[in-house]
């Protein structure tokens, strides 16, 4: 069994019908990056940047960030690398005075973008180092928590700016850095046909997506099942915003935990997904549910997915379309 598996490394994640299916991987550390390289994985779609500010009393310099972030694009050796701008809160255990402590509801309060933009040195700073990076190889900027179109120009206009202040530096930037929304705020789920024009790409956050649509708290075990991808509202939201970013050819991705778990892996295409990013210790497991499934049949099979009432007809409809390794 993972002899087989070990075989896929080289393989394509391709289905029964020949249709490429892209598998980025998420990282937040140096072996995530090696593993995600070794593995195959397309790039990198979503590198998590918190760990630089946590734990810690001060906060992490350009130079500092600069080299983290030219060391996954120099590891990726010419694959892409998503780079998502810090995502604190008081959710998140900061000791650097960044979030405020005592918010009533961190998970409602000043975090991700919204810190970001409230504390425009800080984010300047990494953005800066960002763009530098971006003169070694591809980079992509995806910006969490957003919930609607002025984050999102509010983003796009600072990329532009400290571009052309770090070329007026002498500094390499690349020409194109894409800007992308993680999808993840039901309202910018909601909404999206309004500002995807706006935004190079996407990116669905399923974990904060789930617990935002069914008001359970993705960290309290209390609930049980409540929280769960399997609800009929997630599946019906998610075949939404995946439309509405492929009708306007833009890369639409779930990054999630939803994506590297390969009993989910019908439902995603199923709902026309064909960007997954995913731990890297489960991209194997995932491109071998891809190989082993026919996407023209799954997607004639969304309609009845999406008529699923409850969790019991969503979980009866996974097990009629999982398909056996071969
Ligand atoms: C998500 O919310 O699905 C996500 C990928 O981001 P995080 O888990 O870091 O909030
Ligand atoms: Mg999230």
Redesign the pocket.
């Known amino acids: 069994e993972r002899k087989q598996l070990h075989r896929l490394r080289r393989e394509p994640s391709r289905t029964l019908d020949g249709v490429d299916i892209k598998l980025w991987a ?1 990282a937040e550390s140096r072996e995530d990056v090696t593993g995600a390289h070794a593995l195959g994985a397309a790039g990198v779609g ?1 590198y ?1 940047t ?1 760990f630089l500010f946590l734990q810690r009393s001060e906060l992490p310099d350009e130079e500092e960030q600069f080299r983290a972030y030219r060391d996954v694009v120099l590891a990726m050796t010419g694959r892409t690398v998503t780079i ?1 701008t810090m ?1 604190i809160g008081a959710d998140k255990a900061d000791r650097t005075g960044l979030a405020q402590a005592d918010e009533p509801n961190p998970a409602l309060g000043l975090r991700g973008v919204r810190l970001s933009l409230a504390r425009m040195d800080v984010f300047r700073t990494q953005l800066r180092a960002m763009l530098r990076a971006s003169g070694y190889g591809p980079l992509r900027v995806l910006v ?1 928590m957003v919930s609607g179109r002025e984050e999102v120009l509010a983003v796009s206009a600072l990329v532009r700016e400290v571009a052309a202040e770090l070329r007026a530096e002498g500094r390499e930037v690349a020409e194109h850095v894409p800007v992308g929304a ?1 999808i ?1 705020v039901p309202a910018a789920a909601i909404a999206l046909s309004g500002f995807i024009d706006d935004v190079d790409f996407v ?9 935002y649509l069914l008001a359970a708290d ?1 960290g309290n075990d209390a609930l049980g099942e409540l929280y769960s991808p399997l609800h009929p509202a997630l599946a019906r939201l998610l075949q939404s915003v995946i439309r509405t970013a492929r009708a306007r050819g833009k890369p639409v991705a779930v ?3 939803m994506a590297g778990d390969p009993a989910l892996t019908p439902m995603l295409l199923a709902l026309g997904l064909e960007e997954f990013s995913l731990h890297p210790g489960m991209l194997l497991e995932v491109r071998q549910a891809i190989r082993a499934q026919d996407l023209g049949a799954l997607r004639a099979a969304a309609p009845s997915l999406l008529r699923c009432r409850d969790r019991a007809a969503m979980e009866r409809w996974l097990r009629r379309h999982a398909r056996p390794a071969h």
């Open positions: 998420n979503l998590r918190e998502r995502d969490p993680m993840e990116s669905i956050g399923t974990n904060d997506l789930t617990q993705r990054c999630g935990e």
